[in-house]
């Protein structure tokens, strides 16, 4: 009884409950955010922005309805938002009529939507480079960076050779790790396209998350597990088999944490590079759709249903 006791209270002193909550008026598909901006686009069609710091509403978008396949009107599924650096543009990546992907520019000192392109080629994400540059992948798991200026693409190149499933940019916007159905990552060079290295060996099934922090990348995949390797030598130097489907993992800023969703209940749980257990952050009530470290003490993660921000030395 009293071994039980002791370690419900370890239990407890473990468990860290969010600092913040951010809930909508429908459920959420994807998010992008920035010390000034937290923007949600929503499965309604919305896209609401806020003010990241006092989380006021400051701005809403409604994108076009579409036809489904039995000539309903339906919101528009948003598959990408991204923020410039320059804080003036938002970048949506949407599905329109008979599954094309539609590019909106949303400028948010005018607030106006500028429709850039329509594609019959399968965008899945896209992330800025610079102002006026566009990293995208492809669910053919290819590449493509595109000049919003000259309206063209730079390079397409294919990275892998299986269905592409996420990726993420390093914070100075040089590489990126691409994931896909294989497990491994693939390290992309943004400026030239080109696949420089592969990180395989402990993940063997589609990867679900990844991220990407100074020399470390962390891939979760479908096989329940989760690795941590060395870009430069391409070796993993930790490795981990969680509970449950680890739709979100990340690293922290210091190289010193990473966070995964850790079980079926939507917890995530924070480890030291050492593979041990530091706390675990309660509050989801739908599995994961990303986790971020914001810097080395705060994460933002968010699931379908809430947004959430966590203190950790609090």
């Not at 978008?61 to 991204?82: A, C, E, Q, R, V």
């Not at 850039?116 to 399968?122: D, L």
């Not at 491994?184 to 290295?197: E, F, P, Q, S």
Request: with cysteine.
């Amino acid at each position: 009884m009293k071994k039980t006791i002791l370690l419900l209270i370890a239990v407890i002193a473990f468990a860290i409950q969010p600092y913040k909550k951010i809930t909508y008026n429908g459920y959420i598909s994807k998010i992008t955010y920035n010390r000034t901006y937290l923007i949600a686009g929503l499965e309604n069609g919305q896209i609401v922005i806020k003010d990241f710091n006092t989380l006021k509403n400051l701005y809403t978008i409604t994108l076009p309805k579409i036809h489904d396949f039995m000539g309903d009107l339906i919101s528009m599924p948003i598959y990408s938002l991204d923020i410039s650096p320059d804080n003036k543009h938002l970048m949506i990546l949407a599905e329109g009529e008979d599954a094309k992907r539609e590019l909106f520019i949303y400028d948010i000192d005018t607030q106006k939507l500028n429709h850039i392109f329509t594609s019959k080629e399968t965008f899945m994400k896209g992330t800025y480079i610079g102002n006026d540059k566009i990293f995208f992948a492809l669910l053919s798991d290819e590449a493509m960076l595109y000049d919003l200026k000259n309206k063209k693409s730079v390079y397409r190149t294919q990275v892998g050779n299986y269905v592409f499933s996420t990726y993420s940019v390093n914070s100075d916007k040089t590489l990126a790790v691409f994931g896909d159905e294989s497990g491994a990552l693939k390290v992309v060079d943004i400026k030239t396209g080109k696949k420089i290295k592969e990180l395989k060996g402990f993940n063997k099934d589609k990867t679900l998350s990844c991220d990407i922090e100074k020399n470390l990348a962390i891939n979760g995949s479908s096989d329940m597990r989760v690795a941590i390797y060395d870009i430069k030598n391409g070796y993993s130097k930790l490795t981990l088999k969680v509970k449950f489907l680890p739709y979100g993992a990340t690293i922290s800023k210091d190289l010193k944490k990473f966070a995964v969703q850790y079980n079926e209940k939507n917890d995530i749980a924070i480890y030291s590079m050492y593979n041990k257990l530091l706390m675990v952050l309660k509050g989801h009530t739908m599995a994961l759709n990303g986790i971020k470290f914001l810097d080395k003490n705060t994460i933002i993660s968010f699931s379908p249903a809430e947004i959430l921000i966590w203190k950790l030395n609090k």
